[in-house]
């Protein structure tokens, strides 16, 4: 018996959510198939797309599942799971989530859905330990649950799914250069000033109240990050060219996509994401630097 997962890329942060709201697009996202094996234990028996390691105590999709099979307590049961990766490691767009969390959603399947979603995250959370150093779950948290999702507490975990309006677009530039989350983390200040502090959560609690009321006035005006993005956005080329220039082609406004090198924005409808996807090919196409851009519902 066996099944397949399509596992979604996610932006994580959301600009004044640092580590605690995250959105799923539609595509791009990697593709796994599980099954059940004799032999105990977490094999991968193939990646495709992207050199990772198949050893499962150093694969984020290994060491998620590890975990969930650790809680289930059959000491005999194996897992064998193939991954084919379409969510670039290093791009800001939830590859590394992308992988632990469809490999827990998945084995799951295989258990009976033993496992509640909140029980997934936290296991899919092993894996962004081992990838960045911080089991942050604003990635994995939307990948397994869909649409918004808000982390209220880590400990205990508390995971919030939030209301998407209808016609929320999300565009996403990933540049072809590689920001390792874990340094992306290591540059961040650990203090913050309380005025910042006070603007942060002001945008996080209206980017809410936004997202509930279908106010997109309020949620372009809540998409501001005061404490991460000054430090992180000098690792993105363009960045605040594109910053300015999206919002005049239509977008409500945006930020970087995880810890980079993505940018995303938010746009009302599929027309505004797409004039935004035009700007950010405008900008970056005299830069010399390769990219992709992905334009999904949310
Ligand atoms: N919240 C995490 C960070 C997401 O910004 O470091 C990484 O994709």
New binding site residues.
């Given amino acids: 018996q066996s099944v397949k997962v399509f596992s979604p890329a996610?932006v994580?942060?959301v600009a004044c959510g640092?580590?605690v709201i995250?959105l799923a697009l539609d595509a791009p996202g990697d593709e796994m198939e599980l099954r059940i094996s004799h032999t105990p234990g977490v094999k991968i028996t193939a990646i495709e797309g992207a050199k990772l390691p198949l050893e499962a105590a150093q694969n984020v999709a290994g060491v998620a599942l590890m975990a969930m099979l650790q809680e289930y307590g059959q000491p005999d049961l194996g897992i064998e799971v193939s991954i084919k990766k379409n969510i670039q490691p290093g791009s800001?767009?939830?590859s590394?989530?992308a992988s632990a969390a469809g490999a827990v959603v998945g084995a799951n399947k295989l258990l009976n859905d033993h496992f509640s979603p909140e029980a997934l995250v936290r296991f899919a959370m092993e894996g962004?330990r081992l990838a960045?150093g911080?089991p942050?779950a604003?990635?994995v948290a939307p990948a397994i649950i869909g649409g918004f999702t808000l982390v209220r507490s880590y400990q205990p975990l508390d995971i919030v799914r939030l209301h998407t309006p209808d016609d929320l677009w999300v565009t996403v530039i990933h540049p072809q250069i590689e920001v390792k989350?874990s340094d992306?983390?290591e540059i961040?200040k650990q203090k913050v000033l309380l005025k910042d502090a006070i603007r942060q959560w002001g945008n996080v609690g209206a980017l809410v109240a936004g997202l509930y009321q279908e106010d997109y006035n309020l949620i372009s005006r809540s998409l501001e990050d005061v404490i991460?993005e000054p430090i992180?956005s000098i690792l993105i080329p363009a960045f605040h060219d594109l910053k300015i220039r999206c919002k005049e082609a239509g977008a409500l406004g945006g930020g970087?996509?995880?810890?980079g090198p993505s940018v995303f924005m938010l746009s009302k409808g599929e027309s505004n994401a797409r004039s935004v996807a035009d700007m950010m090919e405008k900008i970056y196409a005299p830069l010399g630097v390769d990219y992709k851009i992905y334009v999904s519902r949310i």
């Fill in positions: 996610t994580a942060n640092f580590d995250g800001g767009i939830g590394s989530a962004e960045s911080t942050h604003d990635n989350t992306a983390r961040l991460v992180r970087i996509s995880g810890s």
